[in-house]
């Protein structure tokens, strides 16, 4: 629906575009493509619903303690098993009910929050980083360089993601979140090596880069002051919606057993356990579970703003 | 045409050999001993660990090792596992077959329907059916499957009863219609929107005037005009979900106690045998290597601009 309320205002894709340019706000001084694009963001309903959101939820992971002052590892099975929600007891311990071993699910949920954004936005930079470096080297070197990056990535591309993860960290008996973030890292940084490889191409023949290079610029100014300003756009598109995919990820394999350990909150090894006693206790299925897809689903709105503010064939 | 095709099989042998090289090394090179695995959490015997090293060829180097699995692999050997001296080939025949009818049905799924949604939402844009699909897709593709797959199995298996909520024969189609809509829905989501904005992208192009002036019916507008030309980036899509599809099994197939590749996996990562890892894996690859060749050729079929010399 959010989606959709944005069309209305902007009822075909090219008039507006057409509007912007004759009727910038700043006509005597250009915009950028990042001004352009955020001024564009900012008067988006999707783009305001979604950061704030976003805002929130890495609020409650770096500051978990200022929601819920309960220890979300402490339990007491004899007076709390599987107790019901009271969902009158607004950010009370008991507000989400109790999980199979007595331990608060609202303070779990809310440490919870921690594992799932740390291994978003940590895989999100590792991959950007390297996939980016991997695509810049091949589109702009080109030659054996691209033909032997290109290939390298074909290679990583081809191992199913989740598949490869659960290969590696099958071998580490003592997972941490970093673990983690490495396993998908590893496997994960294919998708922005092509798109930056591509972008770097459709970058490199341009008359800026030729005349960066009249002038004497060396190759790492080149690449770092002028193409990739000029290339980022659809790299920063892919990684923000690969972020809701790297949560998942983790989730699922925590869920699987082979991402972080039992005496780690995540909301995968929650929904683990909760998957036992579903039967009789829906609700400690239901507030992880619950977060795990308002977090991706921000992240998702995320990235459809981004896409639709930075694409070059909606302007 | 033969020659592309030739030619790109061609190409594809060095990826092939890159992904298994990979994954060999993956499954190898990480911690943890398959061979001392067997004894349990009992001390393991060093001499019979080195006859069964010796035997099963674990005591060579690395690049050697690989070498012989790529010859094996050729000849249609993939190895014989570590407990059991069973061949790794025997298990993937007996788990492959229905990991594949999963996979297929969930494919069936999400190209019928997501098209369908796609293609009225992308017809009817900014309407009310359009913004319902808007949602309906984002809620699918926020939604985890492994929850989705909890929860539909509790909804529809436990409290309405209307199929059984543990797959008891892995091969009969009809217990699998359950697994396979979890398995395919969250591609149906991407699905969905693909035709969505390819559609609505080529709504506005010039043969659809033309199409529209020629006085054509609404109905052959859509599907021989509009629908051919936005299919191009929803198969490009297609083709590598294939393989992902295969790969998502792996969890769908555990919730719902499919005896397929997904369990088998599993078996073997607890025990860590290797060759039956790399084993799968390498098939995978294979279907996704096979799969992206046959939507570049598709391409040409779609496109008529598009031929292969």
């Not at chain 1, 009822?11 to 575009?17: G, Q, R, S």
């Not at chain 2, 506005?204 to 936005?230: C, E, F, W």
């Not at chain 2, 899509?237 to 393989?243: C, E, K, N, S």
């Amino acid at each position: 629906m959010p989606e959709n309320t944005l069309k209305k205002d902007k009822p075909t894709v090219e008039e507006p575009a057409v509007a912007v340019a004759e009727a910038g706000p700043a006509p005597d001084k250009p915009r950028s493509l990042a001004a352009d694009a955020w001024a564009d963001l900012c008067r988006k309903p999707l783009f305001l619903l979604s950061g704030l959101l976003i805002l929130f939820l890495l609020l409650v992971s770096a500051f978990p303690g200022l929601f819920s002052s309960t220890d979300p590892t402490a339990g007491d099975l004899s007076k709390h098993f599987l107790t019901k929600p009271e969902l009158s007891h607004v950010f009370q311990p008991d507000w989400f009910g109790y999980d199979n071993q007595g331990r608060s699910i609202y303070a779990r949920v809310v440490y919870g929050t921690r594992v799932s954004i740390l291994v978003g936005v940590g895989v999100t930079v590792l991959v950007t980083v390297v996939g980016g470096l991997m695509g810049m080297l091949a589109g702009y070197f080109g030659g054996i360089w691209d033909t032997l990056l290109s290939r390298i990535t074909d290679v990583f591309f081809g191992i199913p993601f989740i598949l490869g993860a659960m290969v590696v960290l099958n071998a580490f008996t003592e997972r941490t979140v970093w673990t983690v973030i490495g396993a998908l890292a590893f496997l994960g940084w294919t998708a922005i090596a092509r798109v930056m490889r591509g972008a770097v191409i459709t970058a490199r023949h341009a008359d800026y880069v030729l005349a960066a290079k009249a002038l004497g610029a060396g190759t790492s100014r080149i690449l770092f002051r002028h193409i990739l300003p000029n290339a980022i756009a659809p790299v920063i598109v892919v990684a923000t919606i690969q972020l809701g995919v790297y949560i998942v990820a983790e989730s699922t394999l925590s869920y699987l057993g082979l991402g972080l350990g039992t005496n780690e909150v995540s909301w995968g090894g929650d929904i683990d356990t909760a998957s036992d006693h579903i039967r009789n206790a829906p609700h400690i299925l239901f507030f992880p579970a619950g977060m795990l897809s308002i977090t991706v689903l921000a992240f998702i709105m995320l990235g459809d703003a981004v896409r639709e503010a930075l694409d070059p064939k909606l302007r | 045409m033969g020659r592309y095709v030739a030619r790109r099989l061609l190409q594809m042998i060095p990826v092939f050999i890159g992904t298994t090289l990979l994954i060999f090394l993956m499954v190898n090179v990480l911690p943890g001993d398959p061979v001392a695995a067997l004894w349990g959490d009992k001390p393991p015997d060093p001499a019979q660990m080195a006859i069964i090293r010796k035997d099963l060829g674990l005591d060579l180097p690395l690049w050697q090792q690989y070498l012989n699995y790529l010859g094996g692999l050729l000849q249609g050997d993939f190895g014989t596992t570590i407990a059991g001296n069973r061949p790794v080939l025997d298990q993937m025949t007996d788990a492959f077959p229905v990991s594949i009818r999963l996979g297929l049905m969930a494919f069936t799924f999400e190209l019928v329907l997501g098209l369908f949604f796609g293609v009225l939402a992308g017809v009817k844009r900014g309407k009310v059916i359009d913004t319902g699909v808007t949602v309906f897709t984002l809620m699918v593709i926020s939604i985890p499957v492994f929850v989705l797959g909890l929860v539909s199995q509790q909804v529809f298996g436990t409290q309405l009863g209307w199929v059984s909520p543990n797959v008891k024969d892995s091969m009969d189609m009809a217990q699998l219609v359950l697994p396979a809509i979890v398995l395919g829905s969250l591609s149906l989501a991407y699905v969905a929107r693909l035709t969505r904005t390819s559609i609505a992208e080529n709504a506005r192009a010039d043969y659809m005037r033309t199409a529209v002036a020629k006085g054509l019916p609404q109905r052959r507008i859509v599907s021989m005009h509009l629908l051919r030309n936005s299919l191009i980036p929803v198969v490009t899509y297609l083709g590598t979900d294939i393989g992902a599809l295969m790969a998502g099994a792996v969890v769908t197939e555990g919730i719902f106690n499919v005896q397929g590749v997904g369990q088998l996996l599993f078996e073997a990562l607890a025990r860590r045998e290797g060759s039956i890892i790399v084993g799968i894996v390498t098939v995978f690859v294979l279907i996704y290597l096979l799969a992206n060749l046959l939507v570049d050729l598709l391409y040409a079929v779609l496109d008529p601009r598009i031929r292969y010399a």
